[in-house]
């Protein structure tokens, strides 16, 4: 930037590094305003999913419905591993913003993969438990719908967790630079936006259906 | 050309209806000149295909106020401001006006008002299911679109044709359709407009031949490659015709049944009609069933299921 | 053609049999293709152009060279559905009670590529090409927001295009039409590899346009100019804006609806089928959830060119500045809440039909609005017959006929009736074809001295506007005629002799659309032979007003060696008003650009070929095509060195140069506009 004005003190939803970090704060500026709008774009992605599951949710074709299939113990776990990894996320962002500790951060970040990668864990058994069931993709609209809402779900919290564990690389290599915490910035709206997805798909799919 | 026509009024139309006579027959000549006469609902054989001509023509002439002096003034505007003209006035800088705002925004939005009014009174008025008035009870004629021809069954009369839909004049019809393929769509361009059949699913259109004749009916919804030749006759006939052609295909023995049923479903072109004089209990609704079983699924389960509803009638 | 059960676990479904050796017309266009391809890869060999090709342009990530790239691919795209939309004219034109020339297989991939390729890869690149070209040097930035990620979607769109070359050769695209309506596209009655192929190019290139969608907004938003408010912005940048805001919102619909269909046709679930649960009618929803906000996509940018046209060859303000933006803004809004109209037929009850034929015409009032406003521009202004202006004063009178039809169509009654015929064929092709591409092509010739430095041939311009607006006339006006008469849309052949001479109009319409296309061509030939008596390197033929026109012809690549402080609307012709059009710098700043980047081809090369195993079931190029896809990212993301510095002696030598082209330059007037004297300094009007 050439202009020498001090900066306007720009604020976005979600965490900003303004006060201990100005020159990252003005480069975060695009860039998160960016992936603001990408996962706009995401949220109309699931709202669709959420939409094609609403109107499916009946066409059992003479097979299991919600009720038959689910159950609230295993995915209330899985709701609170995931709000669980959400927390030690805000955390690590807490630490980017006023520890700058790379260590720290990295410990931080791990719990975070953790429970994330123990999140996909529990929902790999449930689909194998309802295959086991018989209760396949291939059963019914109903089956089709919810596998493809939550296994959307699935892949990015998959692909978040590949992102996390790129970053503790980059964590290591590069430091807590600027480009390392833009990022880090941009990981952290995802994996929250992820977490509110999954309350929906709680609330929508798993609580509804065993009403 | 303009036959006896059951209106249904636009009040606010009524004083310029002679106009509209006029201007219809001249929108006629220039969208196509004679030819059109031939085919399509701007030669209209019943009730719904004449209210649906009389729309447009109105909708057209309405458009006409938004259209026509942007045909008129668009060459006015470009030769009187063109550049080699200089007597003309030059305002490198102006660029607003209330008043013309006031009206470039008013006038349309007073065109969509009035239009709003006519769609929402006439699209209710012209609904496919809603039976038409008439004293008559309607003629129950049950469709199903099959790959690449359609099926006429009439209940009433136990008996079926393929390719062929025929009914009394001056007495309204009633279609129950469906399809036993992909998604089709049943056009009798000078009849009644269209409605799409869909597998599973039910969907209606009423309709009523104003006078006796014989007519095009076919499928506007692509579906492979017989789609071009999908195309059926229609027959509208006086009440002694009509119980005269019940007659001669009572006289075939032909019997509509699962094997019979079978058969006309393959993917194919029927080159002529096929009457069948009895239907012997062959279900409409058995075809709508058949889609809302349960597939067959390869991975085992040992849950019970529920047997597949529609498949196994007793035809 | 491919029996169904053979699967080779190298080639998957692919044998020899996939070369349409059954048909002469088929085997024709696949031996154009395959000469196509081999005679470029030839010329670039022998021209010794690889490496250039690879480090000026693949890898580019300069906004301008994006944006040339996709109107190139465009273009490139626009011939092959020309001469498509031919082969399907001179078909129907024979086959009135005969079976024609044409298979009805072949004839159902005709209508289905010419569709998927003219909304897909004819007109979404030709509209982002220039979006991507004009935007950053009318909002005064130096590229656009993600200038890597532009590069992405580039390449993506590229590689759906590629895949529809491909099945050329290696048959059959899919005959579903470009809305690939189930149950019909589904597997059980599609089972050949066709439907895959057209399922695939439209994702990849419904994912490009979404990350384009991004790429713009953050860029309108975040990359202005100093002082350079909203309601500043040109008009092309406005369309622009709102059809990226359309993008980001429409495009998601799109890739929902074609990866359920492809789960329904690889793994058989029950999205769309028949039966089990499957609703087809989801489908249409989620489509047209996109289908009709891209018509407004696509129709929006054109509207903006148009506005910039009217303005510049008025030689005045653009009339109801406000009003314009209020009308964009409106159309983009109104477009989400209009979908159902396209299935109106569909069996739902009258009210819903009613509301939504309502809510159709109420778009009809902003575009109403824009229509007035432009012929109000013109309204005391100086009006010069130039080639852009003569395709948008076509677009003017054209253009409120397909209005006209529209409103006809939103009737549902009305629709009923000629719903699925050529009536609807003709109606949005009089609304696409004026509306839309007589906009870019417009914009092309506004905007192409800009980025070559010369102007086209006048005379070829006159001579292609002439085949195409009369060429369209003939081609669709007969479809009004033939749509009222009854004829299915889609028909590889009917059977009344009535259409015959319609039909017959048709088809010479579409040859002498055929002729326009040829006479663009030679327009670009011939522009590029006499180039040097058509040099505008001052940057501004055209009197222009807003701030692309303030840069030499073609601008450097940073654009502005000094970002333009902003005060108010049409800034360049305010400085030119003011005397100070192009200010001497005294000094420079080093001004820091990105790198070129192998990232875009290698993703658009690396799906390319996800893509194509996907669709033959060759699954270990899929993983392949895959894990390159995800590594070249994670790759990149380690790469720190992706900036680069432009020296202040590059920045003042370029300068100079420029400033001495400029004070060379003897301004002109604007009757010699297309003299070889233009050579970009206009003398000021007013």
Redesign the interface.
Known sequence: M??STTPLPRLYPGMNLGETDPDTHEAA??LV??FW??L???A??FA??FA?YE??VN??????GAAQLFHLKPTLIETLVLLASSFTFGMASLIMKFKQHVVLLQIALIGTLILGVSFLGFEISDFAKL?R??A???????L??F??LVSTHFLHVLSGC?WIL?MLI?LS??GLDE?VKT?LLRLGIFWHFLDIVWIFIFTFVYLLGLL | MIRKQAFINCHFLIPVKAALRVFGLALLLTMGGCAIQSHGFLQPAGTIAVADRRLLIEVVLLMLIVVVPVLILTPLLVWRYRSKNTLSSYHPEWEFSLWLELLVWGVPVLIVAILGYMVWVKTIALDPYRPLKSVEKPMEIQVVGLDWKWLFIYPELNMATVNKLVFPADRPVHLTLTSDTVMLTLLIPRMAGQIDVMPGMKTQLNFQANHTGRYLGENTQYNGTGFAQQKFTVLALSPNEFSAWVGQVRRQASLLNQAAYAKIAVHDIAQHPIYFSSINGFLFESIIARYHGRPEIKAGTEKTRTTATGTNHDL | MISNSYWNPWFGKLTLNAIPTDSLVAMGAASIAVLGAVGTIVLITVFGKWRYLWSEWATSVDHKRIGIMYVVLSLVMLSRAVIEAIVIRLQQAVSVNHSGFLAPEHFGQLFTTHGTIMIFFMIMPFLTGLINYVVPLQIGARDVAFPVLNSISLFLTAAGAFLIMASLVLAPFSTGGWTGYPPFTGIEFNPGVGVNYWIWSVSLASIGSTLTGINLIVTIYKKRAPGMRLMFMPLFTWTSLCVAIMMIFAMPPLTVATALLALDRYLGMHFFTSGAGGNMMNYINLFWEFGHPEVYIIVLPAFGVFSEVFATFSAKALYGYTSLIVATMAIAVLSFTVWVHHFFTMGQSANINAAFGIATMLIGIPTGVKIYDWMLTMYRGRVRFTSPLLWAIAFLVTFVIGGLTGILLSVPPIDFMVHNTTFLIAHFHNVIIPGSLFGMIAGYQYWFPKAFGYRLDERWGRIAFVCWTAGFYLAFMPLYVLGLKGMPRRSVETFQSSFEPWLLVAAVGSLLIAGGLISLGIQLYVSIRQRDRARVAAGDPWDGRNLEWSTSAPPPEYNFAVLPHIEGRYPFYQMKKLGHAYPQQKTYQPIKMPKNSGLGPTIGVASAALCFGLVWYIWWLAIVGTAVIIAAIIVRSFNRNTMRVISVEDIEHTEARWHAILAAAVPVSRDQENVPANVGLAEFMS
Do not use: C, H, K, W
């Open positions: 050439t202009n500026e695009e305003f960016g709008v990408f706009m774009s995401d109309v992605l669709l999913l094609v109107t499916m066409s059992t074709a003479g097979g299991p295959t069931q018989g396949v993709p291939q059963l019914s609209g109903f089709s719908s596998y493809v590949i790129v980059q290599v590069f480009t990022r």
